[in-house]
DNA sequence: TATTGTTATACTCTATAACTATA
DNA sequence: TATAGTTATAGAGTATAACAATA
């Protein structure tokens, strides 16, 4: 197999691994890798409307009905008043919802440094340039594929 | 951010790049991420039980009926009878099913490439090996979770 | 008119449990 | 008795379309 394949199968076959386990680790909850996300976005960027919710997770504004549902039911998240319009709701974590979320980050940082224990730190700083380039280069490959060459538009 | 954080975060975000390019590769066919994987075992491995893939898969088997379902009135697999065992049915490709599963083979390589493209040959080689040690050490760290210490038995 | 969130409806993936046919 | 696959049922994620309230 070329090193070429190597790469995006390590890839694909390590998030794959990660994201089961993260999900195996919901069980008993009322968490799911959705809902989990969209604590996540929530944690990170602060009371949102689920329009921005919608836009942050690539979903549908329906969708984010949904999840919130459930997380509210589950104790996660509060829906309050848009301060200025009125059409709007602000998803906002509860103390539970914040523990949780620096809970998952702690567990993260904590998978993430287990993970590379084996590198050196040449090694380690290696792999994370490597990575961001590889990302850096299928988004452009993306950009490519989507805008068809000048002389066909 | 840790070069440890970086290595976790670039993974997953480059995983959910390519799965997300791919689910929608799928637009206008009857495929999904769940049957490709499917119809791609069944490629490498050739006619296969449900109970086989299901494993394969890390389904229910009752799932795996609801995706031969759908890829069977789509024309890419068949299911045949069992030489030896009348309980068991063989899922086999049909030529549409060969023919896809060629093209997703393809694709991949060619995206495989393409990644890598501005990496040269050490690069590529110490990427593919660093990535291969992390899915080995992540899949020690879950043996050891799952097997507490033996004072603890 | 445009936007925000929701109700209505539907499809897919997934699971458990009970059942049929066969081993 | 055990196994292979299916029917029955249910929960979760997702989408589109139509609608109410508000901007």
Partial sequence: MSDALRVLDGVMRLADLVQRDAAESFAGTALT??????LW?????GPSTQQSLAAALAVTPRNITGLVDALESAGYVERAPHPSDRRATLVTLT???ERTAREMSAQREQLA????AGLDEAE???????LDRLSERFEALVAAADA???EHT
Avoid: I, K, N
């Fill in 124 to 130: 380690q700083r290696a792999l994370a340039a490597g």
């Fill in 41 to 45: 976005v929530v944690h990170h960027t």
């Fill in 113 to 116: 440094s287990d993970l590379v």
């Fill in 148 to 150: 068809p060459s000048p």
């Fill in 95 to 97: 103390a539970l919802g």
């Fill in 33 to 38: 890798t959705s809902r989990a996300h969209l």
